[in-house]
């Protein structure tokens, strides 16, 4: 099923069927030489919020869910309040993401030519007899704070849940906030080309910082008992989410170069 359909498999939460896809590149499409990532919505449930998840797949799951559950299904159930008094659950987390520090390191050779003129005297010329070595220098643009995109980056979470009620009636709240931030951002020497070359107009951040994740969900449940044999449920969620994630091809095409890879 895997040749001409979508590989993911489909995702129910609560009841309601939710973006399981992994995301979506720059040109719409999931072609992962795109430039940027943006993750699928399915990432923005908070793993706090989930009670039970079950696996459905093979003629089960394509019966209970139709054609598009042919990849298997994946059943979420979030948490549900329960009877006392309001119990209240809050968390957060900091810190700090920091860049590699250890690159090969570039050299380069100068001396004079034949004419006696100085230049950069690089291995195939000296082998050649066409320029001698008196000097060699040595400079690693990605160690560089004028030239390096290579930063420190941050990551802040924060939370809180609040559930309880009565036999009758039961509420499950939830909220969190959460910003994530790469330690790849443009050089101050290329933000100010960039400057200039706009006219001086303001470089948006997410063009300074091309990595990160700026997240806010809310999540409530409610509980209500008709009768003995009969159960009242209504759950709702709210979330915004923004990514962005370069792929492999930002660094092939770009750290993989005069900067080399981190060792």
Not at 94 to 107: A, L, Q, S
Not at 128 to 150: K, L
Not at 218 to 241: V, W
Request: charged fraction near 20%; proline fraction near 4%; hydrophobic fraction near 35%.
């Amino acid at each position: 099923s895997t040749i001409d359909v979508n590989r993911n498999t489909l995702t129910i939460v609560d009841g309601a069927r939710v973006d399981n896809t992994t995301g979506a590149g720059s040109g719409g499409g999931t072609n992962i030489q795109s430039y940027g990532w943006t993750a699928g919505s399915v990432t923005a449930i908070n793993p706090d919020e989930i009670e039970s998840m079950e696996i459905v797949k093979g003629p089960a799951a394509a019966t209970l869910y139709g054609t598009d559950a042919a990849n298997g299904v994946i059943v979420i159930r979030t948490k549900r309040g329960v009877a006392g008094s309001p119990k209240w659950t809050l968390f957060g987390e900091g810190g700090v993401i920091p860049g590699p520090t250890k690159w090969n390191e570039n050299y380069y050779a100068f001396g004079k030519n034949t004419l006696g003129q100085q230049v950069n005297c690089v291995n195939l010329a000296r082998t050649a007899g066409q320029c001698t070595v008196d000097s060699v220098s040595q400079w690693n643009p990605m160690a560089d704070a004028i030239s390096s995109p290579v930063g420190t980056g941050y990551r802040r979470q924060a939370g809180a849940q609040v559930s309880g009620g009565a036999q009758q009636f039961r509420y499950f709240v939830a909220g969190d906030w959460e910003r994530e931030r790469g330690y790849l951002e443009l050089s101050d020497s290329e933000i100010s080309r960039l400057k200039v070359e706009r006219g001086g107009a303001d470089i948006p951040d997410e063009q300074i910082h091309p990595n990160y994740l700026n997240r806010a969900a809310m999540r409530a449940n409610a509980s209500a008992m008709l009768g003995p044999k009969a159960d009242l449920n209504l759950s709702n969620s709210l979330q915004f989410q923004r990514s962005q994630i370069p792929t492999n091809t930002v660094f092939t095409d770009a750290a993989w170069g005069r900067g080399f890879k981190d060792d």
